[in-house]
T-cell receptor, first 111, second 116 residues
């Protein structure tokens, strides 16, 4: 099966940088995704990694190490609107198309 | 607005009943995914269809079934409803069924199901 771990909560200051880690265990791997979800709203796609390395997209970057089963999402120049839940998801396993989501990390950005 | 539509927005029903949730994907997207999100279980992948065919299955109960129609809209049928089925049900769509095109999924606003 698949197992995903990420911290439950994090707090950071407006303008700062925060790194949200995600570790996973899977029998097969077809990509790792990060989503942002504000309370009461639908998740929105942030990033996709399938090869090792860093993917940068504006203030958001995501890193993947397949050998370590590890990813992180880096948020720079934090804004109050970045307060949300960040979901790490892995696609793969015995059912190649199956997506498994972590429980999410609730990020609170303080002024 | 993601371009994915879901109806109804809210649904209140009783235990033992059957309901149908509907989803229309973004124009041009061939893959449709269904997810369940409850307070104690997080976001759970249920099932994926690609161009009318089932592609991947998650932890979907036997009481639940889904299909994707030729016009690419999808329906999720929930039967013999139990209190524990109360949750937010999301539909998402993507261009492809694997790779990055599958990863960038666009979520609809969800259907909030309450079983009393």
């Amino acid at each position: 099966g698949q197992n995903i771990d990420q911290p439950t909560e994090m707090t950071a200051t407006e303008g700062a940088i925060v790194q949200i880690n995600c570790t996973y265990q899977t029998s097969g791997f077809n990509g790792l995704f990060w989503y942002q979800q504000h309370a009461g709203e639908a998740p929105t796609f942030l990033s996709y990694n399938v090869l090792d390395g860093l993917e940068e997209k504006g203030r958001f970057s995501s890193f993947l190490s397949r050998s370590k089963g590890y990813s992180y999402l880096l948020l720079k120049e934090l804004q109050m609107k970045d307060s949300a839940s960040y979901l790490c998801a892995v696609r793969g396993g015995t059912n190649a198309g199956k997506s498994t989501f972590g429980d999410g990390t609730t990020l609170t950005v303080k002024p | 607005d993601s371009g994915v539509t879901q109806t109804p927005k809210h649904l209140i029903t009783a235990t033992g009943q059957r309901v149908t949730l509907r989803c229309s994907p973004r124009s041009g997207d061939l893959s449709v995914y269904w997810y369940q999100q409850s307070l104690d279980q997080g976001l759970q992948f249920l099932i994926q269809y690609y161009n009318g065919e089932e592609r991947a299955k998650g932890n979907i109960l036997e009481r639940f079934s889904a299909q994707q129609f030729p016009d690419l809209h999808s329906e999720l049928n929930l039967s013999s409803l139990e209190l524990g089925d109360s949750a937010l049900y999301f539909c998402a769509s993507s261009v492809a069924d694997y790779g990055g095109g599958a990863g960038e999924q666009f979520f609809g606003p969800g259907t909030r199901l309450t079983v009393l």
